[in-house]
């Protein structure tokens, strides 16, 4: 899964190098960097493509409330319910080894995550200075 206010911004990152330091039964996920109420962030999870995987995925939007539709961060909202009381099925690593927030961004992080600039313009002009800072597609 991949916020689509996320933007891929070192092509030298594999993937699977992440996947692999990180051993994972079900889903990776990385921390919410000490902002708000959460313990993690889902602007990037990554799920294991497996039985039990998918019905922790089904749970979890199952059990959604409805407050967490209208919200705006109803996933975050869900899957951090979902965390606190089956932690064990959620591995969270370190923010910036998945995403980085705008404010936390350091060139060579795997992607910048601009969450909250609901501003269409003012997201388009972030968007567009950060897309240029990409070295190698």
């Not at 692999?20 to 990554?46: H, M, V």
């Not at 979890?60 to 409805?66: F, P, V």
């Not at 919200?71 to 980085?100: A, C, F």
Request: with cysteine; glycine share 4%; hydrophobic share 35%.
């Amino acid at each position: 899964w991949i916020d689509d206010d996320i933007i891929i911004m070192n092509h030298n990152i594999n993937i699977r190098n992440i996947i692999n330091e990180n051993p994972f039964e079900n889903i990776l996920i990385s921390d919410n960097a000490g902002i708000g109420k959460w313990n993690l962030n889902c602007g990037i999870f990554i799920c294991k493509n497996n039985v039990k995987t998918k019905n922790i995925l089904k749970e979890i939007w199952d059990t959604a409330r409805e407050e967490h539709y209208f919200n705006g961060v109803w996933e975050n909202d869900t899957m951090e319910l979902y965390y606190k009381n089956s932690s064990e099925n959620i591995k969270i690593i370190p923010h910036r080894k998945l995403q980085s927030f705008k404010h936390i961004y350091e060139d060579g992080d795997l992607s910048i995550h601009l969450a909250g600039i609901h501003d269409l313009n003012k997201r388009i002009k972030v968007r567009d200075e950060y897309l240029s800072k990409i070295k190698s597609i």
